[in-house]
């Protein structure tokens, strides 16, 4: 069973920064791609950074140049860099691992932007 916790979460002040974490408890780490995704309350879960297997990154419009994740293949690991925050990023932050058929959820990190 692959495990996918997310951690760093929390409360910030507009125009502040947070580092997300994903740890990911697999032997083979290396070929999934992973995806980080946020929902919001009473909004649909969106995309918000991706980064493939061969470390290829893309980014939601609403994101581009104020977030930034990477992976660490060999800890198992992928961040999201959040800066510039604003009161619209908000939300829950999931971390999501797949390759094929096969996709694994964490549970959540909540990240609030308020002054």
């Known amino acids: 069973q692959v495990q996918v916790v997310e951690s760093g979460g929390g409360l910030v002040q507009p125009g502040g920064s947070l580092r997300l974490s994903c740890a990911v408890s697999t032997s083979i780490f290396s070929i999934y791609a992973m995806g980080w995704y946020r929902q919001a309350p009473g909004k649909q879960r969106e995309l918000v950074a991706a980064?493939?297997?061969?470390?290829?990154?893309n980014y939601a419009d609403s994101v581009k140049g104020r977030f930034t994740t990477s992976r660490d293949n060999i800890k198992k690991m992928v961040y999201l860099q959040m800066s510039s925050l604003k009161p619209e990023d908000t939300a829950v932050y999931y971390c999501?691992?797949?390759?094929?058929?096969?996709?694994?959820w964490g549970q959540g990190t909540q990240v609030t932007v308020s002054s």
């Open positions: 980064i493939t297997s061969g470390g290829t990154t």
């Open positions: 999501k691992i797949s390759r094929d058929q096969y996709v694994y």
